[in-house]
């Protein structure tokens, strides 16, 4: 069995260990600095095996070098922003956790896999992908696929079809800065624009842009995590079994799209190799430049890292 290492055993953590489980994608180490919340939602989960039957097995720890040996680690620790707290500090904050975590899977697990789920996500998949000073190709971000089952969702809705016959493409950074390509995004091949009016669209392209505030105004305690778990693990899921899909992700880019050194939503295939290839599409000049603008975004936060030019 593969092992899989969660870090960060909150609500989005503890969701990915129990899908990860379920799905058998292989053993899973939940870790925490929480060290009883990590070891007792483990034991919760390897409880509910008997019943679920699933079999793999689930262990908590406190201690972070307990990523020793993972294939794939899921990184889930960090702070969610709390009322007064700025951005920046936000930021900040989860900087500090991602190093020290990104430290520790260089030293304890070189060989792994990363898929990030802290936010500010590019951000911080970045800063990961620096301090560990892993190719590429194994530390990848995860939001599109999130967003994009997001919009996934809300146009199945409204067209009335089934959610199994929509696919959707999004590009660029988390949020409030997500592009999504309507061109790409069809019902069984038929693109969207021939079911939805155009002014109808944009609002459902608004709503998820918002997707996540509008499950924080709702939960009013804390943020979305079914849905971004079961993304993560999709991902997780792909480069586990080789399976090649191709998903939007955050990617390191190097000259694709015209841009250099950041992290970015993009289409790309997830096999054993980690992100394998990054697909490259034509865009409009409306979608190029929303695309700039999101790249931006996510270039203000590296810079706020304050991180010593790159070497590589
Ligand atoms: N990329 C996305 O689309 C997306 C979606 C949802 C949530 N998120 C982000 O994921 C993160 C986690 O969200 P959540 O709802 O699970 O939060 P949460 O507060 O429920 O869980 C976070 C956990 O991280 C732990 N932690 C803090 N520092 C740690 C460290 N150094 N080592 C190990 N564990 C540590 C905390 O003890 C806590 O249990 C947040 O940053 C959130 O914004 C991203």
Same mark, same amino acid.
Do not use: C, W
């Given at each position: 069995?593969?092992?899989?290492?969660?870090?960060?055993?909150g609500?989005? %953590?503890?969701?990915a260990?129990?899908?990860?489980?379920?799905?058998?994608?292989?053993d899973?180490?939940?870790? @925490?600095?929480?060290?009883?919340?990590?070891? %007792?939602? &483990?034991?919760?989960l390897l409880?509910? %095996?008997?019943?679920?039957?699933?079999?793999?097995?689930?262990?908590g720890?406190?201690?972070?070098r307990?990523?020793?040996?993972?294939?794939?680690?899921?990184?889930?620790?960090?702070?969610?922003?709390?009322?007064?707290?700025?951005r920046?500090?936000l930021?900040?904050?989860? =900087?500090?956790?991602?190093r020290?975590?990104?430290? !520790? #899977?260089?030293?304890? !697990?070189?060989? &792994? #896999?990363?898929?990030?789920?802290?936010?500010?996500?590019? *951000?911080?998949?970045?800063?990961?992908?620096?301090?560990?000073?892993?190719?590429?190709?194994?530390?990848?971000?995860?939001?599109?696929?999130l967003?994009?089952s997001?919009? $996934?969702?809300?146009? &199945? @809705?409204?067209?009335?079809?089934?959610?199994?016959d929509?696919?959707?493409?999004?590009?660029? %950074?988390?949020?409030?800065?997500?592009?999504?390509?309507?061109?790409?995004s069809?019902v069984?091949?038929?693109?969207v624009?021939r079911?939805?009016? &155009?002014?109808?669209?944009?609002?459902i392209?608004?709503?998820?842009r918002?997707?996540g505030?509008?499950?924080?105004?709702?939960?009013?305690?804390? +943020?979305?995590?079914y849905?971004?778990?079961? +993304?993560?693990?999709?991902? =997780?899921e792909?480069?586990?079994?080789?399976?090649?899909?191709?998903?939007?992700?955050?990617?390191?880019?190097d000259?694709?799209y015209?841009? $250099?050194?950041?992290?970015l939503?993009?289409?790309?295939?997830?096999g054993?190799?980690?992100?394998?290839?990054? *697909?490259?599409?034509?865009?409009?000049?409306?979608?190029?430049?929303?695309?700039?603008?999101s790249a931006?975004?996510?270039?203000?936060g #590296?810079?706020?890292?304050a991180?010593?030019?790159?070497?590589?």
């Amino acid at each position: 069995m593969p092992k899989i290492s969660v870090v960060g055993a909150g609500n989005v %953590g503890a969701s990915a260990a129990l899908y990860a489980a379920e799905a058998e994608l292989g053993d899973v180490m939940l870790v @925490d600095i929480m060290e009883g919340v990590a070891k %007792g939602k &483990a034991l919760d989960l390897l409880e509910a %095996g008997p019943i679920r039957g699933y079999d793999a097995h689930v262990e908590g720890s406190g201690d972070i070098r307990a990523v020793a040996g993972s294939d794939l680690i899921i990184v889930t620790a960090g702070l969610p922003r709390k009322p007064g707290m700025s951005r920046l500090d936000l930021l900040k904050a989860n =900087a500090d956790i991602i190093r020290g975590v990104a430290e !520790a #899977i260089r030293d304890h !697990a070189p060989k &792994a #896999i990363v898929i990030t789920v802290t936010n500010p996500l590019d *951000v911080m998949t970045y800063l990961l992908y620096r301090i560990t000073g892993f190719p590429r190709e194994r530390v990848i971000g995860m939001a599109g696929v999130l967003d994009s089952s997001r919009f $996934r969702t809300f146009l &199945a @809705d409204e067209i009335g079809v089934s959610v199994e016959d929509v696919q959707a493409m999004v590009l660029g %950074g988390h949020g409030d800065t997500m592009v999504p390509l309507l061109r790409y995004s069809t019902v069984s091949g038929i693109p969207v624009e021939r079911f939805i009016p &155009a002014e109808r669209l944009a609002e459902i392209v608004q709503r998820t842009r918002d997707g996540g505030a509008e499950i924080v105004k709702l939960l009013q305690t804390g +943020s979305a995590f079914y849905a971004p778990a079961a +993304s993560a693990v999709q991902m =997780a899921e792909s480069i586990l079994r080789d399976k090649k899909r191709l998903l939007p992700v955050a990617a390191y880019l190097d000259g694709e799209y015209g841009l $250099r050194d950041l992290y970015l939503g993009v289409p790309a295939i997830l096999g054993s190799g980690g992100m394998e290839t990054i *697909v490259q599409l034509e865009l409009s000049p409306e979608e190029k430049s929303a695309l700039a603008r999101s790249a931006e975004e996510v270039r203000k936060g #590296i810079s706020d890292l304050a991180l010593e030019p790159a070497t590589r």
